[in-house]
């Protein structure tokens, strides 16, 4: 007895959710670099008058300086997310199969931190998502 009793229809039905959910974090993230640097302009500066390029201001450096230092968890989201969805139906798929030491593997597998690229940093820079999701 492996202690595990899986209905695909429900791990089916529970990804899919999942994957909506996911669909919208993207929009989300894709949004958020726009937000941020509208939010920064926004704030103004605190200088005099300029000619040329306005000057950035304490409030717009700060939220550059947040989004550069949030990006990699920002971005790990979706990749953690995409990483559980394709973990619980390879492993859905091994349990069917009657593969229990299979699924237990990909149950593990899936468990483990995901790999993102960063932005400018190798092939693939800027998803942050492992293939096999939408």
Partial sequence: MTGWDIASSGVEFVTGLVEMAMDDMNKDIKAYGTDVESAGTSAGT???????????GPIKAALQIFASET???VLRLPARAAKSVN?????????????????A??????LAA?????????????HGQEGGTK
């Fill in 87 to 103: 973990g619980a139906r390879e492993a859905t798929g091994y349990y069917i199969l009657g593969h229990i030491e299979m699924a």
């Fill in 71 to 73: 990006l990699e968890d």
């Fill in 114 to 126: 995901p790999k993102i690229d960063m932005p400018g940093q190798g092939k693939g820079a800027g």
């Fill in 105 to 110: 593997h990909a149950q593990h597998n899936a």
């Fill in 46 to 56: 605190i200088s005099g008058a300029y000619c040329g390029t306005v000057p950035t």
